[in-house]
């Protein structure tokens, strides 16, 4: 043992049989207000110097990501901190050294779930993505991760004012980042006169994979959705649907996970 890592090699396995990258004990993460500083932390978590490389296990942590600074418990690159996008979290680790974080741009590209970045921190030789946080105004948003899913607060990705009876492919990119694997939230269908049925579908695809339903005879009333397949990532597919008058409806999303 050393600073909290314990490596783990099975001679020509590359400590294949040891565990999986990124697997994780009581990961977690909370961040009540923005700011530009947060701080994962967990009682175990495996990195790896490459996918089927040499794993370290590293047990205790707290690793604080400063977006302000470079390199361990910062981000790789001065200046790619987004106004407003993602940044994946990874653990870091190496022979001798203190297991730390490292923030990077995954805007526009899907984290790897090791880093592939140019820039690792002198010393680190393993890493594992436990994170893809989104960020406004060059701040972390508020919310709360578990495991690999990540709460965040009620946000409408969807304004509608008039029926849409079929299904209808919908970017979330502005809030759900491309590592996510399924999404969930909750909608409502708001008619300005009385209506016998007011329902929405979402789905994973236009196919119905994956499809939740709602229906209800009063209008207003919000219905969670829960795990809905990102097929298509950062894609969600509705339909939305009043007989009476549509005026504003919404879709919010509230989780992700990665």
């Not at 400063?66 to 910062?74: D, H, K, M, Q, R």
């Not at 974080?101 to 526009?108: E, P, V």
Request: charged share 5%; net charge neutral; glycine share 12%.
């Amino acid at each position: 043992m050393h600073s909290g890592i314990s490596i783990l090699l099975i001679v020509g396995l590359g400590g294949g049989l040891t565990g999986v990258i990124g697997q994780a004990r009581n990961l977690a993460m909370s961040l009540a207000t923005a700011g530009t500083t947060a701080t994962w932390t967990a009682d175990e978590l495996i990195t790896e110097t490459a996918l089927g490389g040499t794993q370290y296990r590293n047990n205790s942590l707290s690793l604080t990501v400063n977006l302000a600074i470079v390199g361990a418990g910062g981000v790789d690159v001065a200046g790619t901190v987004p106004t407003n996008g993602f940044m994946a979290i990874y653990a870091i680790s190496g022979p001798g050294k203190t297991t730390s974080a490292l923030g990077w741009n995954a805007t526009s590209s899907k984290a790897p779930e090791t880093y592939s970045g140019t820039a690792m921190p002198a010393g680190y030789t393993a890493s594992a993505l436990i994170s893809v946080w989104r960020i406004a105004n060059g701040q972390f948003v508020p919310g709360y991760q578990l495991a690999r899913r990540i709460y965040i607060p009620k946000v409408a990705v969807l304004t509608l004012t008039a029926n849409v009876a079929s299904y209808t492919a919908l970017s979330v990119s502005g809030i759900i980042p491309l590592n996510a694997k399924t999404m969930g939230g909750c909608a409502n269908v708001n008619p300005s006169t009385s209506a016998s049925n007011n329902y929405f579908f979402v789905s994973g695809s236009a196919s119905e994979i994956g499809a939740q339903f709602s229906g209800t005879n009063n209008s207003g009333v919000m219905t969670p959705f829960a795990d809905i397949p990102l097929i298509t990532p950062q894609t969600l597919y509705y339909i939305m649907v009043s007989t009476g008058t549509m005026t504003t409806s919404y879709i919010y999303a509230t989780e992700y996970e990665i």
